[in-house]
């Protein structure tokens, strides 16, 4: 039989009312959590870890990192077939994000947790934890990067977003639908992941501000995140890349300083391109320097300018990184 390694990570699947508080708040071990998955010593065997009982807002991409270390060394076992690990669905896109690009194996990585805590009527966890276990087994698995899995549907985590507070189906891949599915315990693949990129990182020592922008913006958010000295700026920008002509001045501003500026659209679905020439319009950024980040949600394009920055500081690397050749070209072929 299969093993897999059950990496308990807080979030409400591990979470209860508290009588006091009258709102949910961590309470539940793995072994609890792992005693209502019932019947899942038929399919595998189970180890447990604890990583922590964190809700996720309280993640930090330093706490990714120590993540990632510790499901690598769990990859690297032999007798391991693959990794589970629970998460709050608040940040949950970014941690499988950040587990994507820096974790090296071809053995299924899966990240899961529940939108019901586990006194509320309809809890979700025990179904999502065994439906992530049968995917952590399942061969068709190995080689997807990242998966996430909800509801019984299967994302990848280059793709994902929470996209509704509530539902139990909080997650959805904007553009593409679910890469797959587990349907009576079997799992599914409709269509490929995305290609992948590994990135190192060995400490997270450098941080990247994420500022949306709305009509009428200036660069007021842009300076002072030059003055706090971030390293690096994600820009939600409108539409297909185009920015409020009173930010132009704040990104030429970071440019010129060697922090690198990230455009991605505040749109929910298609990618940014350089399609306006006017000022502020996304041909006239990307000339003097700013980077298209393709289909990247926000919070997404930050993890991975966090990841690069904390590598190097070398921007055609970093352009390399985000815009990878698909910017090069307007032909058709
Ligand atoms: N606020 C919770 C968290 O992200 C939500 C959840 O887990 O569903 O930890």
């Known amino acids: 039989m299969k093993k897999v390694a059950v990496i308990f990570n807080g979030g409400t699947i591990s979470m209860k009312v508290d009588e006091k508080i009258k709102a949910a708040v961590p309470s539940l071990s793995g072994e609890d959590i792992m005693a209502m998955v019932t019947g899942i010593q038929g399919h595998a065997e189970i180890e447990n870890h604890t990583f922590s009982n964190l809700p996720s807002p309280h993640m930090t991409p330093k706490l990714m990192l120590e993540l990632s270390n510790l499901v690598q060394e769990l990859l690297n076992r032999e007798d391991i077939s693959g990794v ?105 693949f409709y269509r490929n992941s995305p290609e992948s990129i590994h990135m190192k990182i060995e400490d997270v020592k450098k941080d990247v501000a994420l500022i949306k922008c709305a009509a009428g913006m200036d660069s007021s958010f842009i300076d002072f995140a030059i003055d706090k000295g971030y390293d690096g700026i994600v820009i939600e920008a409108l539409g297909r890349g185009n920015v409020p002509p009173s930010m132009v001045s704040g990104i030429k501003c970071a440019i010129e300083r060697n922090i690198p500026v990230i455009i991605v659209s505040r749109c929910f679905e298609g990618r940014v391109f350089e399609s306006y020439g006017y000022e502020g319009g996304g041909k006239n950024i990307r000339n003097f320097g700013a980077i298209f980040g393709d289909m990247l949600a926000g919070q997404k394009a930050r993890i991975k300018l966090i990841i690069a920055i904390n590598y190097t500081d070398n921007i055609t690397d970093i352009r390399e990184m985000f815009e990878n050749g698909i910017y090069d070209d307007n032909i058709c072929e």
Request: charged residues 20%; glycine residues 8%.
């Open 84 to 188: 589970v690990i629970t998460h709050g669905t608040d940040t949950l896109e970014e941690t499988a994000y950040f587990l994507d690009l820096t974790l090296k194996t071809d053995k299924p990585v899966v990240v899961t947790g529940a939108m019901r805590s586990s006194d509320e009527l309809g809890y979700d966890g025990p179904f999502n934890l065994a439906t992530s276990i049968c995917t952590a087994i399942s061969s068709s698995a190995k080689n997807r990067g990242v998966l996430v899995c909800f509801n019984g549907e299967l994302h990848s985590a280059r793709e994902v977003t929470k996209e509704n507070s509530m539902a139990l189906n909080a997650f959805s891949t904007p553009n593409f639908g679910p890469i797959g599915i587990v349907d009576n315990n079997k799992v599914i």
